[in-house]
């Protein structure tokens, strides 16, 4: 099995910084796509960033230029830096990996138990 762990989240004020990390573990031969999901109460979850095992990263419209997604491919972590924070950003960020447990396996979706991110105004 495979577990995602994220930690980071917290309380901070408009304009404020925070850097959340998920780190995977168990029986994990490869990592395709990493990633981080918010959902805002009310709303339906939505994509944050991911990064592919290579590098490539995908952002949404309402983050770029202020977040920053990265991955240690060799402690299968990935990372959020948020900067610029504002009050639209708060949320519960879920952390995603597309995880392969053998050669022959197909990548299979795992998830984080969220992590609550909080802007004040």
């Known amino acids: 099995q495979v577990q995602l762990v994220e930690s980071g989240g917290g309380l901070v004020q408009a304009g404020g910084s925070l850097r959340l990390s998920c780190a995977a573990s168990g029986s994990i031969f490869s990592i395709n796509f990493m990633g981080w999901y918010r959902q805002a109460p009310g709303k339906q979850r939505e994509l944050v960033a991911t990064i592919t095992s290579g590098g490539n990263t995908n952002y949404a419209d309402s983050v770029k230029g202020r977040f920053a997604i990265s991955r240690d491919n060799a402690k299968n972590t990935a990372y959020l830096q948020m900067n610029s924070l504002k009050p639209e950003d708060t949320a519960v960020y879920y952390c995603?990996?597309?995880?392969?447990?053998?050669?022959?396996?197909?990548?299979?979706?795992?998830w984080g138990q969220g992590t609550q991110v909080t802007v004040s105004s």
């Open positions: 995603y990996a597309l995880v392969a447990l053998d050669y022959y396996s197909d990548y299979t979706s795992y």
